[in-house]
């Protein structure tokens, strides 16, 4: 049993990541890689204003609210109108995330880590 372990037989496989904007990674830690490189190319209060940064972040949103149960409230709510850096004030530290901003004005975080845990396990 832990030669199994020590050799991988007992290991995780790696979880493909696939994006209805065209994007995919063979695993979820590049995905996450792309993410996180994403936000920091925006300061805080800016809008995600590159075309495939948005797309890439529409997908896995619709990713995310695919798993919901009927009657859940969805991150989309009513559409997105656009996505932007903002800090997250649910959550010590100084730590800036992702907000959608909805075509009625109305605004939630969303975390890139749950919405690419759902991802890859849609892939399995």
């Not at 948005?54 to 997105?80: N, R």
């Amino acid at each position: 049993m832990i030669d199994n372990i020590l050799f991988g037989e007992n290991m995780g496989k790696a979880k493909p990541i696939f994006l209805t904007s065209g994007r995919h990674w063979s695993k979820k830690g590049d995905a996450l890689a792309h993410f996180k490189g994403m936000l920091s190319r925006y300061s805080v209060g800016d809008r995600i204003s590159d075309p495939s940064d948005h797309a890439d972040l529409a997908a896995l949103l619709a990713i995310y609210d695919s798993v919901l149960t009927a009657g859940e409230p969805t991150k989309v709510g009513c559409g997105v109108s656009y996505f932007e850096k903002r800090w997250d004030m649910d959550h010590p530290g100084h730590t800036a995330c992702f907000f959608v901003v909805r075509t009625d004005g109305t605004s939630i975080d969303f975390s890139t880590i749950k919405a690419l845990d759902v991802a890859a396990g849609k892939a399995s």
